[in-house]
């Protein structure tokens, strides 16, 4: 059964890379409107590293959060301002992450996307009500977005090599795998921390800013 289903990975990956930039597009795309409306790209993300390794699926994964995060910003912000103001009016650590990116912009921008602590699309409508310039917003999203981009894309360049080499996979080296593995424990390791101190950081923060 594993073995069939990393086979029909195998065949699926080829069959996306083999439509070449067109592919990208429709992967930047399919990301953009999943996180619109409210659903995850975890899977989404460890597609792009099983499919397109590393570095691309890195980057297309970005290009797809940037757009996302900017049509929610853009939507708030121009199309549906009064209804967001009376939504977002009812949940007070809404308000208190206004007031906190009025008075410190990227940074805390920044904070929300590296700790988990609070939705990823939410924020982006949210923000939207905020002053911050579609310039510093972009960058703070996509700086704040890397760690968990990074874990993720790594985990599913793990699981698009097992399948390439499933029908080898004794023979495959024992020190390759180990390697990987040290790699991907110090990246979980790393974005852990990282997480962590940005949720303090900002709890602390919308503390005051609700205050």
């Not at 460890?46 to 797809?64: K, N, T």
């Not at 708030?76 to 009016?89: G, P, S």
């Not at 924020?123 to 310039?135: C, E, H, K």
């Not at 390791?189 to 303090?200: D, E, G, M, N, P």
Request: positive net charge; aromatic residues 12%.
């Amino acid at each position: 059964m594993t073995s069939e289903w990393l086979q029909q990975s195998v065949q699926w990956m080829q069959a996306i890379q083999a439509v070449g930039w067109l592919g990208w597009l429709l992967f930047i795309g399919l990301f953009a409107a999943a996180c619109l409306v409210f659903i995850p790209g975890s899977v989404l993300t460890l597609g792009a590293g099983a499919i397109y390794g590393f570095w691309l699926g890195i980057f297309l994964v970005l290009v797809g959060n940037g757009l996302s995060a900017l049509c929610s910003l853009l939507i708030t912000r121009y199309l549906l301002r009064d209804w967001a103001v009376k939504y977002f009016a009812k949940y007070p650590k809404m308000e208190a992450l206004k007031t906190a990116v009025e008075e410190d912009g990227w940074k805390i921008v920044c904070l929300t996307h590296l700790s988990p602590i609070m939705p990823f699309s939410l924020i982006n409508y949210a923000l939207g009500l905020t002053s911050i310039s579609v310039t510093e917003f972009l960058l703070a999203t996509e700086v704040g977005s890397i760690p968990a981009t990074i874990i993720y894309v790594y985990l599913g360049t793990l699981i698009g090599n097992l399948a390439k080499i499933a029908p080898e996979i004794h023979r495959h080296r024992p020190l390759e795998w180990l390697l990987q593995g040290l790699g991907l424990i110090v990246t979980i390791a790393v974005t852990i921390y990282i997480a962590r101190a940005s949720s303090v950081t900002l709890k602390k923060r919308l503390q005051s800013g609700g205050a």
